[in-house]
């Protein structure tokens, strides 16, 4: 069985900075590229960072790059996602998820194989 399970939200003033982790149980990682995705209320889910299995290279929208960082650990099997000069429109509800590559629709496209439920990320005074 496949499961993806996220850690590490919480409440965190503008300017600061939280680290989100991902455990992946059932699945070959060698084969699956892992991303996050976000989602706040109304808004679309977003793609905030992916990196290939095949050769480490990773992929960052402009909105979070320079601010956001993916870490990848073979051994433990997590995948982490290292988010520094946090602001109030980060705030929302953050996805793990992995798929085969390449991936079906292009990098940071919310069409993935697998799914964790998330963790919210609240950046507030």
């Known amino acids: 069985q496949v499961q993806l399970v996220e850690s590490g939200g919480g409440l965190v003033q503008p300017g600061g900075s939280l680290r989100l982790s991902c455990v992946t149980t059932g699945l070959d990682l060698g084969r699956y590229a892992r991303c996050w995705f976000r989602q706040a209320p109304g808004k679309e889910r977003e793609g905030v960072s992916c990196?290939?299995?095949?050769?480490?290279?990773?992929y960052y929208p402009d909105s979070v790059k320079g601010r956001f960082t993916i870490i990848r650990d073979s051994a433990k099997n997590t995948v982490d996602l290292q988010m520094n000069s946090l602001k109030p429109e980060d705030t929302a509800h953050y996805y793990c998820a992995a798929t085969l590559e390449p991936p079906e629709r292009g990098w940071l496209v919310p069409v993935m194989d697998y799914w964790g439920k998330g963790t919210q990320v609240t950046v507030d005074s």
């Open positions: 990196i290939s299995a095949r050769d480490g290279r990773t």
